[in-house]
């Protein structure tokens, strides 16, 4: 073997390694970018809460989205069993919803809660009842 093909295949050999050297680096950084990517989508917060009540029968389920409210109730006998409408209506358009943006807060009396929009401040006062006509939620201002 003359040194001109010596050359050549030192030369090809070492731009093979150098190569697969490099696409493994590249590799192992779009792992660590897709495993950063994933840690925060674990992060994320429910588009559901459910709020206890003192009521040891009824909770609160909020859609943190929207501001949809429902009282759901429970029982470990005949009762009972099902879901009331507080608030069947979305409390900000479609393209302004997010998960979080909404949050229920509890109040001295065990019937009324405080709902924040946690975006621009918003408050409405929501009372829950098993009467139909003393359900509600109405805009603090």
């Known amino acids: 073997m003359n040194i001109k093909n010596f050359i050549l ?6 731009t093979v ?8 680096q590249d590799s192992i950084s779009t792992i660590q970018k897709v495993e950063k990517t994933t840690k925060v989508q674990q992060l994320e917060v429910p588009i559901y809460k ?6 040891t029968w009824a ?7 929207n501001g949809k409210i429902w009282q759901v109730h429970f029982s470990i006998s005949n009762g009972f069993e099902g879901e009331l ?9 479609p393209d302004k919803e997010i998960n979080g943006r909404f949050a229920l807060y509890p109040t001295p009396n065990m019937y009324n809660f405080i ?19 003393k359900r509600f939620i109405r805009r603090i201002e």
């Open 85 to 93: 409408s507080l608030n069947p209506y979305s409390l900000v358009l």
């Open 59 to 65: 909770l609160l389920k909020l859609n943190t989205r």
């Open 17 to 24: 390694i150098y190569s697969y050297g490099q696409t493994e």
């Open 9 to 14: 295949i030192s030369f090809l050999t070492l």
């Open 115 to 133: 709902l924040l929009d946690q975006i621009d401040g918003t408050t409405w006062k929501v009372q829950w009842n098993n009467e139909r006509d």
């Open 50 to 55: 459910i709020i206890p009540t003192e009521n």
